[in-house]
Structures are given as structure tokens and as C-alpha cells.
């Protein structure tokens, strides 16, 4: 029979892509999202419950006629600096809100669980590679909002039996193979859209956040990795919880770093466009390095990232915001494009 998964957050940047890949797995994706900041038509065809994963009664009415096998949560906000000025909206939703849906799911016998958490719950590493026994001092709420969760799903796990798998991204990037899905957050606040976004005439230039930090060219460095191969992170994680597995935790990245201005150069070279940029001071809460070790993934779980090369990420991306751009130039009035002409 064929399991069926429910996707919270599947109307999102990386929620859309792991609802592709349930599918081309052979799973039966259902997707709930209160699209407060994801889109209708992400959700290609699959059933979509819209509502929020804090409401209790409705997530109870979905589970009950949606019967999934496991849940994988990607609901959540995920702006850091939105976190520091509203910390009550990210606890509400980013912990509160999956208690909810923990809660929902133990009631109705439903014990698998894979969970979004992040590289912000180390906070300011102290040595990079980080590995999973790296001290957790998340230095931002979103960062504490997913740390709070992640032990929460401890006492979970050795008090009712829940396991769930956290998987840690660290800067996810790059957009569908296929070109079908991608990033839109709005409003964007990472680094490779907004790039883009000037590439393709919808920004003037990028501004980098600081160059005077302790890095080879003085900008923050990143491990960035693709949308699809922390699908495949998920897939993997997935089918060992299904197989009886127990809870465990894992840092998914290439364990290669970036700079800014690597990135902007690599995207340069992909576009063909000079992306002015302009030096801003630095951003509050953001720390020089951070580069993942992904050993235990790669031990355990099997993982092999697809699409490690920072030029396949930004170029995936590239497809994703041209095929964007020329959506929004088609739905432009006609006033507006001879306005610009
Ligand atoms: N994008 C990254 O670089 C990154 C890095 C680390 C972790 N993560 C985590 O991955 C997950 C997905 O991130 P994303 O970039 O796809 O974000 P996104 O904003 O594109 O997607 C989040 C989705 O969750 C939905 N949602 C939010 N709150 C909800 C609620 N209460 N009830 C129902 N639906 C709700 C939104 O409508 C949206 O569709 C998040 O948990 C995020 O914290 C993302
Ligand atoms: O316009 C911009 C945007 C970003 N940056 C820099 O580019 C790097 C990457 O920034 P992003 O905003 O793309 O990503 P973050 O590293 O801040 O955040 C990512 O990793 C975090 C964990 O640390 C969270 O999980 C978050 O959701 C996820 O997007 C940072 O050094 C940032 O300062 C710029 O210079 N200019």
C-alpha cells in the first residue's frame, strides 16, 4: 500500500520541492499549509488542506482523514531579523504551533515525525566543520524557536515513543532540476535569489553585509546546499523511521564554505551580468563561518548531495528566477511596460 505523507509547509520554497519528491518516490504527498507566506499553485496537483498547524481541531480533522504514515515539518517562519524584533510571533508559530501538532498526532497514534531545524541553533561556532555534538547557543529566537523543538522532540520520544528525525540545513539554495518550482519568499531575504534578482533587472544591485570579518576576503561565509539533495536527505530519513528506525539527528550540508563575494563572482560568471554591489554594514546576528559536517548523514542516512557544486545550485536558480522574471514581465500591465521601455 502506498504510505501516505503529510507535508506541513508543502505550499513553500522547500515544502513544494519535497512534495515533488514524495511523489517520484512513490509516496502519497498531502499537503497543509496556511500559505501565509507559500503559494497555492506550488501545490501541483496534490490535495492541499489550508489551515494553520496551530489550530488544533483542524489539524486533528486533517489527520483523522488524511491517515499519514509519518508528518514532515516545514511549517515555520524563517526570517532571523523578524525574529529579534517579534520573538512572540516565532514561539507562537515555531514552537507553540508544532506542540499543537505533536500533540494532534500522538492523540491519533502517529509516532513519525521529520522536523526543519536549522545550523542557527549552534549560534557563533566554535570550530567549523560543525558536527552534531557542536554546543547548541542559538543567538537569534528563530535559531531558539528550533533548538526549543528539537528538545522538545527529545522528551517526546522517551516519554509517549514519538522518533523523529531533525534534519539541520544549513543554507539551502538552488531551485527544482525541472524548473517546474523555486524560491519565492516574499519578502526575499537570502543571499542567491536576491543575486539573481539582479541578474534579471528586478533589483539594481546586491548589498553585502560587511567585508571586515575574519574570512579569507573579510564577507561571511556559507555552506550552501541544494533544495532537491536535502529532499533526498528527507526521502532517506523517511524510509528508516518508516522501517522501524529510532530519533536522530543530522547536520545536512556540502562541507564546503562560500563567501559573498565567491557567490556573487560564480553568479557573475552564470549570467553574464556585471551585479553591482554595494557594501552595507554588517547584519546583526550573522556569524563569519559556518560550514557543515555532514558526516553522520552520509554514514548513516546514505546521503550522497546530487548537486554539490556551487555552480549547479546558483545555475538551478538561475533557470528558476529567468522562468520567474518573465512571468512577472507577461503579467505586468501594458502602461507599466511602455513606462519602462
Ligand atoms: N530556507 C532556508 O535556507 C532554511 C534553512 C534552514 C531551515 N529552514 C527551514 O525549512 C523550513 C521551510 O523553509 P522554506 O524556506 O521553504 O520557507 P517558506 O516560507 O517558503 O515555507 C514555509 C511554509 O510554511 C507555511 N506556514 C508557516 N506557518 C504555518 C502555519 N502555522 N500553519 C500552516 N502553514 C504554515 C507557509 O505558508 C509556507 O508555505 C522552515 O521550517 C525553515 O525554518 C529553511
Ligand atoms: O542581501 C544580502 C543577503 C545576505 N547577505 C549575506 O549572505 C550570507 C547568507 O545570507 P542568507 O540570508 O542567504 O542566509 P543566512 O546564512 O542568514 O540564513 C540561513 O541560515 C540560517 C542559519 O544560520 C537560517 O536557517 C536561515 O533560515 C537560512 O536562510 C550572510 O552572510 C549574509 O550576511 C548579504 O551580504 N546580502
Redesign the pocket.
Known sequence: MTDTILVTGGAGYIGSQMVKALRQAGYRPVVLDDLSSGHRNAVRGEELHVGDVGDAAFVDRVLAEVQPAAVMHFASF???GESVADPGKYFRNNVTATQTLLDAMRARGILRFIFSS???IFGDPQYVPIDEAHPKSPINP??RSKWFVEQLLEDYDHAYGLKSVCLR????AGADPDNEIGERHDPE????P?ILQVASGRRPH?????DDYPTADG??V?DYVHVADLCDAHLLALRQLLGGAGSARYNLGNGNGFS?RE?IDTARRITGHPIPVVM?PR?AG??PS?VADAAAARAALGWTPRYADLHTIIGHAWACEQRIAAELDHARPASDTNRSS
Open positions: 524563517i526570517q532571523v536549522t545550523a542557527a528563530y535559531g540545513y544549513f543554507n539551502a531575504t537570502h543571499l542567491v536576491l546586491i548589498g553585502v553585509y560587511g564577507t561571511c556559507r559573498v557567490v552595507e547584519r550573522d556569524p559556518l
